[in-house]
């Protein structure tokens, strides 16, 4: 496209942001209300799941700057829980207790934007949620047996993990891109450095999967472009990671308008097994502990693609053949050709370098770009099973779907409002389901009962299994899900109960066995909890009492020996701001120093059964 097109876009664009920032949208306005009664009514029954069933999909779906992980099921939308991963949680403990405690590393918030499940062979393998942090540079596994955050890793020489979290065909790598470039080893550099001293870096983590322990292999440094929402490739390109770029200005100031300037930016295609190749033989530096390589130093791992103005995500379509970059401030969407691409590279088609980095040619890796009229703020793509692509338009509020393999527009359906991811069902394997979308709204406006000034998000449930979308339900969300994926209910198998293991530290299984020990001024409680009682001491005159000095540190390490699904135990000491749970068959310990002299009820703060009002006791700590 020519220049002129881009500016005749831009200021339509422009006019219609403002006419969509501040038109009323009100009912009446909406496209689909006049429904006849017997499709609401269809629609009724296609969400309602009677007693005694299930959904047949888990929905995970990001808690945004709660850090949380929200869990839904579908096709009901109804909220399942809250998994908390970044942030404490005073409801399950989560932070309190020792080991959550020391996993958060004190930190008292997150910004969780793209959960990214595990995958063998380019399919969810339900065993494993990938979580990114972009406030505090954290990646987080949620263990899919438990629904527990398993491991947390601060990543260093980040700002920001923005653009994951994604995964390799097998789960090799957890790839967290920056979105903010920051001088390399946590460095003071004035901005007036920033082309020569900021840097933008991919973190590439693995995962343990059964020690459940986060490592990371290597770092990529890359020039101090912004990267949003990337892809790994599938297939014949799984070797391959995509992300698009913006601010290849180098703005350091009013991005709005700097980092909007060109009428190109870049799609980045990365090598990531020629990089780890790399590593493991030692190349590059090690900074922060990091290894940190330069692809530019590693030949034919890093190309660059021209790509229409500012795009936002790319995705990877399921036959891994081609990478779709969405355009954000250009209105379309560019389908690339990872063959084509190949084939650029082996003939050197490079039309300049850019930072070091070789620029294939556009014309010769494109493959067809697709402009629906009127759709504006493309951002996210989702697929189905036939072939066809699902466009969230952030500005004219709604999915478009299309073939990605003919460029025909099929269909187009509003959405309430201004979708920025929408989740297919298995959206992001190499097999989506082709039933259903959920449209991840971050404008709720008039759709639910007011709550005041803020109102939460709204996700939108869209029937796809047919050749014209339907719209059947709207569903409240608490900010604010970025990105979602659909995993069928199958695939995921939790525990009932934690095993009962007689020698995990800490665990004592019979209640004979309660027991306080002191070390100087350290005081360890070896209790259990049952249904509904405490025991801390089976000895003592009251074993459901423990007395303290003021100033000495206290270890309550207590074990749920309720083998019993959802008997869950609580575990609250009123007036000292503390509370933790231990789920059945678990052990958990609850660290504190008794700084306050006095006499301190302990409850069970979770309802376990008819005497659950009963299961009490006392801390008491002398003066
Ligand atoms: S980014 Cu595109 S709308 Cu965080 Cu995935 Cu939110
Ligand atoms: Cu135990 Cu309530």
């Not at 017997?38 to 709660?66: C, I, L, Q, R, T």
């Not at 297939?235 to 770029?245: E, L």
């Not at 913006?246 to 020629?274: C, G, H, P």
């Not at 095993?499 to 100087?520: L, Q, T, V």
């Amino acid at each position: 496209m020519k220049k002129w097109i881009y500016s005749i876009v831009g200021i339509l664009f422009g006019l219609l942001v403002s006419i969509l920032l501040f038109a009323d949208l009100t009912p009446g306005n909406k496209g689909n209300n006049e429904e006849s009664s017997s499709a609401n009514k269809s629609n009724a029954e296609k969400v309602y799941v009677p007693y005694g069933k299930k959904d047949d999909y888990y929905m995970f779906a990001s808690g945004g700057h709660s850090g949380q992980l929200f869990v839904y099921g579908l096709p009901s939308m109804r909220k399942i829980r809250t998994v908390p991963v970044f942030t404490p949680d005073p409801a399950t403990g989560y932070g309190f207790d020792k080991d959550t405690k020391k996993m958060l590393g004190g930190y008292t918030w997150g910004d969780f934007h793209h959960p990214a499940n595990s995958e063998t062979k380019g399919d969810y393998d339900g065993k494993f949620l990938f979580a990114n942090d972009v406030g505090n540079n954290r990646v987080a596994a949620v263990d899919l047996k438990t629904f527990h955050t398993a491991d947390i890793m601060k990543l260093p020489n980040m700002g920001g993990p923005h653009a994951g979290v994604f995964v390799t065909e097998n789960t090799e790598y957890i790839a967290l891109p920056t979105r903010f470039a920051r001088p390399i080893g946590d460095k003071y550099a004035s901005l007036d450095k920033y082309k020569e001293e900021y840097k933008g870096v991919v973190s590439m983590a693995k995962f343990d999967q059964k020690k459940k322990k986060f490592s990371l292999d290597y770092q990529m440094v890359l020039p101090p472009w912004s990267y949003d929402l990337s892809d790994a490739g599938k297939k014949s390109s799984s070797d391959w990671i995509v992300m698009t770029t913006y601010n290849t200005e180098f703005a350091t100031t009013n991005l709005e308008i700097n980092a909007s300037q060109k009428d190109r930016d870049y799609v980045v295609m990365i090598n990531w097994k020629k990089l780890a190749q790399a590593a493991k033989e030692g190349k590059g530096t090690v900074v922060n502990g990091a290894r940190m390589i330069d692809p530019r130093d590693v030949k034919g791992s890093i190309y660059a693609i021209p790509v229409a103005k500012s795009p936002h995500g790319v995705d990877v379509t399921p036959d891994g053949k081609y990478f779709v970059a969405a355009g954000k401030l250009a209105p379309i969407m560019t389908v690339f050709s990872f063959e084509k691409a190949f084939h650029a590279m082996e003939k050197n088609d490079v039309i300049k370098e850019e930072f070091g980095i070789p620029v294939l040619k556009y014309e010769s890796v494109m493959e067809r770009e697709v402009d629906p009229p009127g759709a504006l703020g493309p951002l996210h793509t989702q697929f189905d099973d036939k072939g066809n692509a699902y466009n969230t338009m952030f500005i004219s509020s709604e999915i478009v779907k299309w073939n990605y393999k003919t460029g025909k527009v099929i269909d187009r359906t509003p959405t309430y409002y201004s979708p920025g991811h929408a989740s297919a069902a298995e959206g992001d394997t190499v097999k989506p389901d082709g039933k259903w979308i959920v449209a991840l709204n971050k404008l709720a406006k008039d759709n639910f009962l007011s709550v005041g000034p803020s109102h939460p998000e709204s996700m939108d449930l869209i029937d796809i299994s047919g050749n014209k979308m339907k719209h059947v339900m709207t569903a409240p969300v608490d900010p604010e899900p970025h990105y979602a994926q659909i995993v069928k209910a199958d695939k995921i198998k939790p525990i009932n109960v934690y095993e009962k293991d007689e020698k995990r530290p800490f665990s004592i299984w019979s209640k004979k066995d309660a027991h306080i020990e002191r070390k100087g001024n350290e005081v360890h409680v070896y209790g259990i909890a049952m249904r509904s009682k405490y025991v801390f001491d089976a000895k003592a005159k009251r074993p459901d009492e423990v007395t303290v000095n003021k100033g000495d540190k206290v270890f309550f390490h207590i074990t749920n020996i309720d083998l019993d699904e959802d008997i869950t135990h609580g575990f609250g000491i009123n007036d000292y701001d503390l509370n933790f749970e231990v789920q059945p068959g678990q052990t958990n310990t609850l660290e504190f120093v008794a700084d306050k002299e006095g006499t301190f009820p302990i409850y069970c703060t979770n309802f376990c059964s008819a005497l659950h009002q009963e299961m009490s006791g006392y801390l008491l700590v002398k003066p």
